[in-house]
């Protein structure tokens, strides 16, 4: 196989999956026991852990809104994350741009309103890095939010997908994410079909985007079929042990 060919002959991609075929995914509710919720979430090898504090008394006086809470999310990647010596500096652009993407996608979602003068902080973390990092910080966001117990809209779910070989492909890992072809990351409210994240980094012909864009909410709906599994067994477990 040459070094551009992401999708074999036989239609199979570098890593042994099909062209619309998703990573495994895992996930654990409550791993941190000080957080009002947390999480771990994996897309196959990206790995993420989210903790959720709140709704709690907003710190700055200043920052304080009256009518609606104030979200706050602060993402970070471990030094370990990757196989790079070099990691950029806390507080670069891209950490800071991610917070912002993961911030507003779930303001989009939580029931701000009924929580006015308080603040919810969104703390994540990836451990393990290789391709959609974005998409596991925002489902794993999700499920520390269900885990504290925060009234939302409808999850949101997320999920990526791409165009290489002219060939649209589903949830990329880094190798097919590093390549520079277009890469569609879509965050959704699955019951109440709306699109809530939508981040492109190169131009498609508009056909090819429709294509691409409806792979990766195909994608989201399967993670929120699986997101709804984990929140189901969670509380079958939570009855359990208080014997209801």
Same mark, same amino acid.
């Given at each position: &196989?040459?070094?551009? +060919?992401?999708?074999?002959?036989e239609?199979?991609?570098? $890593?042994?999956?099909?062209? &619309? ?6 996930? +654990?509710?409550? *791993?941190?026991a ?8 994996? &897309?196959?090898? *990206?790995?993420?852990?989210?903790a ?14 009256? $009518? ?8 970070? &990647?471990?030094? %370990? ?6 990691r950029k500096?806390k ?5 800071? +741009?991610?917070s912002?993407v993961?911030?507003? *996608?779930?303001?989009a979602?939580?029931?701000?309103h #009924? ?8 703390f994540?973390?990836v451990?393990q890095?290789?391709?959609? *990092? ?12 269900? $885990? ?21 492909? #589903?949830? #990329? ?23 809530t ?9 508009? $056909?090819? %985007?429709?294509?691409v ?5 195909e ?9 709804? +599994? ?9 009855? %359990?042990?208080?014997?209801?």
């Amino acid at each position: &196989m040459s070094k551009t +060919e992401y999708v074999s002959p036989e239609g199979l991609r570098l $890593d042994g999956r099909r062209p &619309m075929e998703m990573r495994q995914l895992r996930a +654990e509710i409550g *791993t941190v026991a000080k957080a009002n919720g947390s999480a771990v979430f994996e &897309m196959g090898n *990206t790995k993420v852990i989210a903790a959720v504090y709140g709704p709690r008394e907003v710190q700055n006086r200043s920052q304080l809104i009256n $009518d609606h809470a104030l979200v706050r999310c602060e993402y970070s &990647m471990a030094n %370990f994350s990757t196989g790079d010596r070099m990691r950029k500096p806390k507080g670069d652009r891209r950490s800071t +741009e991610i917070s912002l993407v993961i911030r507003q *996608t779930m303001e989009a979602c939580i029931l701000t309103h #009924l929580m006015p003068r308080s603040q919810i902080d969104i703390f994540v973390q990836v451990l393990q890095a290789d391709g959609g *990092t974005r998409s596991a910080c925002i489902n794993a966001a999700t499920l520390a939010l269900a $885990d504290a117990g925060i009234p939302m809209r409808d999850i949101v779910t997320s999920c990526s997908a791409g165009y290489l070989n002219s060939t649209p492909l #589903l949830d #990329l890992n880094y190798i097919e994410d590093s390549a520079g072809g277009p890469d569609v990351t879509v965050g959704i409210l699955p019951k109440l079909d709306k699109v809530t994240l939508l981040q492109m980094d190169a131009k498609l012909p508009v $056909d090819i %985007f429709e294509n691409v864009m409806g792979l990766a909410i195909e994608g989201c709906k399967a993670v929120a079929n699986y997101i709804r +599994e984990v929140l189901l067994e969670n509380t079958k477990q939570l009855e %359990f042990r208080r014997g209801l």
